[in-house]
């Protein structure tokens, strides 16, 4: 088969394997599917969250009734109530981090593939397939599992939460006599051999550090940056220590270094399928003493196998190395930081 005949075949196939190919129409057809199973994800995990909600409104609900139908009733109900609805919170932060990861798949797919099919130039970015292959190669997170507590706490719990907290000093000032004035209040916050004081105090650090990472996860990008360089650096350390509340570690992207004596060839067909540019260096052997041309290209790790693929077509001679990149900033990888 000549060289225009197999660059036609790859034009006209979307998809091969085993001698099966899958022609574009087929492929739409898959990319449809596969659509519809993503949304069904997100909306089964979404009914999940709704379902965590509902669950703490009516814990809230019945523990306010039992507390305060009687005097006799102990104030540190609502303290257990408040440690089970933190429980919830982080449940819901779990589930949340799974609907995150579908709803991503999902605008991924409506951003760049359906609504590049309504406006000029009615083709997807160079890279939203490698962006949702590395998804579903590599599942990760897009968010943390702290900023994930902080946003549920943001958009529901504060309510519950500060409603809870609200009806608990309540509780201490009206029960079982008015009391007369704040000492009096922290006085009775004692639970058992615990003094008032510490309960006041916990309660207090409890609810500071959910407002803190509520806060945290409303803060723009730029105002995260503009934090001193040590605050800066205590939060890498925090998030390194995190463990099971950090993200899970996303594909790094690669550099791959070609030398070859066909560095033209090989490039076109970079530039033509993997959409990336590509710089070319002169080298030459030191052992041979011959001129080779020396190929510079980022790419991701979905394209490092059809990389090497294409460097083997053109010239079996060819060295590639090919190595993991600590940090890729320029078109279609992450972008410039914004100058201050």
């Known amino acids: 088969m000549t060289e225009q005949a197999e660059s036609l075949n ?141 946003r549920r706490f943001y958009h529901t719990y504060i309510w519950l939460i500060t409603l809870l907290l609200l009806s608990w000093v309540a509780k201490l000032s009206i029960h079982p006599v008015l009391a007369p004035d704040l000492a009096t209040i922290i006085e009775r916050a004692a639970v058992g051999a615990i003094p008032g004081a510490w309960v006041v105090t916990a309660v207090g650090v409890t609810y500071g550090t959910m407002a803190t990472l509520a806060a945290a996860t409303k803060m723009p990008d730029a105002w995260r940056e503009a934090l001193p360089q040590p605050l800066r650096r205590l939060a890498r350390v925090l998030r390194r220590a995190a463990g099971p509340l950090a993200t899970m570690a996303r594909p790094q992207d690669q550099i791959a270094i070609i030398i070859t004596s066909r560095g033209q060839a090989i490039a076109s067909r970079l530039l033509e399928e993997l959409k990336r540019g590509v710089t070319a260096l002169e080298g030459t052997g030191m052992y041979t003493g011959e001129t080779r041309d020396v190929l510079l290209c980022a790419i991701t790790d979905v394209q490092a196998a059809h990389l090497e693929e294409i460097v083997r077509q053109i010239d079996q001679k060819a060295f590639v190395v090919v190595s993991r990149a600590a940090d890729v900033r320029g078109g279609g990888f992450k972008p410039f930081d914004v100058p201050g």
Do not use: K
């Open 10 to 150: 790859r034009e006209e196939c979307a998809w091969t394997f085993r001698g099966n190919q899958l022609e574009p129409s087929s492929f739409a057809t898959a990319m449809i599917h596969f659509y519809r199973g993503e949304m069904g994800r997100a909306t089964t995990w979404r009914t999940r969250l709704d379902t965590t909600t509902n669950w703490a409104v009516v814990t809230v609900a019945a523990a306010l009734t039992f507390v305060f139908g009687s005097p006799q009733h102990p104030h540190f109900m609502l303290l257990l109530v408040l440690l089970l609805v933190l429980t919830f919170l982080y449940i819901e932060a779990r589930r949340y981090r799974y609907y995150a990861l579908w709803s991503q798949r999902v605008r991924l797919m409506e951003t760049d593939f359906f609504a590049a099919m309504l406006a000029p130039p009615f083709c997807p970015s160079a890279d939203w397939a490698d962006r949702l292959s590395e998804s579903l190669l590599h599942p990760h997170f897009p968010i943390a599992q702290w900023e994930a507590i902080g």
